[in-house]
C-alpha cells in the first residue's frame, strides 16, 4: 500500500464500477475504523504492478434528494481528506452539470492531486462530453470506460509517479 486514492464524483457516474474493477474481491468494509462510516468502502487496489488503498463514497446511493448535495460535500471530503491522490470522474454520455462544477471546486480546495476522468467514454457517443470536461480546469481528461477497462492504461500512467 504506497497511496490512497479516492474515487470521487455524483452518483451514476461510475464510482463504484471502477472501485470494483481496483479492488476485484479484495473489498474490505472499513465502519468499524474510527471517523470513517460505512458510507465510505476501502478496498486494496490493484492497476498492474501497483498496489494502493482505494476508497470510494459509497454511501451516496440513499441519500434522498432532499439531502443529496450537503451528503455528497460531506461525504466527499471525508474521502479526499484520507486520500493522496483523487480521482473525479464525470460521465461524458451526460456531459458536465452543475453537481459536477461544485465537486471541481471542492477538489481544487482541498485535494493536491486530481486526476479528471470522463468515464462511460467508449464509443462515439461519449466525445462531446470528453471535449466539455477540459472546462472544468482540471487538466487533460483521461478518457475511460470503467465497465469496459478502458483508458486503465491512462490512469496507471498518472497513478505510478505517485508509487
Ligand atoms: P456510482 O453511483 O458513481 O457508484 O456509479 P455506478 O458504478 O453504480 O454506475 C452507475 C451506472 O453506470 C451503472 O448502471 C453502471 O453499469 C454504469 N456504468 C459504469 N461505468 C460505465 C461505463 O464505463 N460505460 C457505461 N456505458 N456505463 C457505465
Ligand atoms: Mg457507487
Known amino acids: 500500500m504506497t497511496f490512497s486514492l479516492a474515487i470521487v464524483g455524483r452518483p451514476n457516474v461510475g464510482k463504484s464500477t471502477l472501485f470494483n474493477r481496483f479492488v476485484g474481491k479484495r473489498l474490505a468494509l472499513v465502519d468499524n ?39 455528497m460535500r460531506k461525504l466527499t471530503e471525508r474521502a479526499v481528506d484520507m486520500a493522496d491522490v483523487c480521482l ?13 462544477e461544485l465537486f471541481a471546486d471542492i477538489l481544487r480546495k482541498r485535494c493536491d492531486h486530481v486526476i479528471l476522468a470522463a468515464n462511460k467514454a467508449e464509443g462515439s457517443a461519449a466525445d462531446a462530453g470528453v471535449i466539455e470536461a477540459y472546462s472544468l480546469g482540471l487538466g487533460e481528461p483521461v478518457r475511460l470506460s470503467a ?12 497513478l505510478m509517479p505517485l508509487a
Request: proline share 3%.
Open 33 to 71: 475504523q474510527p471517523g470513517v462510516t460505512r458510507d465510505l468502502r476501502e478496498g486494496e487496489g490493484r492497476l498492474g504492478d501497483l498496489r494502493f488503498t482505494v476508497i470510494d463514497t459509497a454511501g451516496l446511493e440513499e441519500a434522498t434528494d432532499a439531502s443529496l448535495e450537503g451528503r
Open 88 to 100: 473525479f470522474l464525470i460521465d461524458a454520455r451526460t456531459g458536465v452539470t452543475p453537481t459536477d
Open 147 to 158: 465497465e469496459h477497462g478502458e483508458g486503465m492504461n491512462d490512469i496507471y500512467t498518472h
